[in-house]
């Protein structure tokens, strides 16, 4: 049989714990008879894990605060309306004329508006036509496919709007 040593502080736990949870009649004889058993080293193994749990709580960082709602960053009016407008067009592009849905257009991508001009007169025009169509994804899908994928956007808005007046949105590409 192996002895353990324990320290001060863990002896005087042990001996607490004894007595709350068993209340003996001779504290000296529980504690020979937990010995000779081979008992009193699972109770400082115990004492071990519960001093280890509770350093492990006190080195804990404190849990984060609850954000303020009345702090919490706010939607602008121009980012409310993009939004509202990109699920307009979103749904209207999905719509079929039965109401049946035509095709996956992707996920809605919500951006700030532009702060500076819309780029030259001829892309303004284009993206001002493309936002009045419910097909404007598709179009841009379209435009995308004939440009390739390494074409400025630009581009690809001013040939969806070219597609738009065509009036073939659906054409395969070329």
Do not use: C
Request: charged letters at 30%; aromatic letters at 2%; proline letters at 9%.
């Amino acid at each position: 049989m192996s002895a353990v040593s324990s320290t001060v502080d863990e002896t005087r736990e042990i001996i607490r714990l004894i007595k709350r949870e068993n209340q003996p009649r001779s504290l000296a004889a529980y504690v020979a008879r937990m010995a000779e058993n081979g008992d009193l080293s699972d109770l400082l193994d115990r004492v071990r894990v519960e001093a280890a749990q509770r350093a492990a709580r006190r080195s804990a960082p404190p849990p984060e605060p609850e954000p303020d709602p009345d702090e919490a960053p706010q939607t602008t009016p121009e980012e409310r309306d993009a939004t509202i407008a990109a699920t307009k067009a979103l749904l209207q592009g999905i719509q079929g004329s039965q109401g049946r849905r035509r095709s996956a257009v992707g996920p809605v991508h919500v951006v700030r508006p532009r702060e500076a001009s819309d780029g030259p007169p001829e892309v303004a025009a284009a993206r001002a036509e493309l936002s009045r169509r419910g097909d404007a994804f598709d179009l841009m899908a379209l435009a995308r496919q004939r440009l390739g994928d390494d074409a400025a956007r630009d581009d690809v808005i001013v040939l969806a709007a070219k597609l738009a007046r065509g009036g073939t949105p659906a054409m395969a590409p070329t």
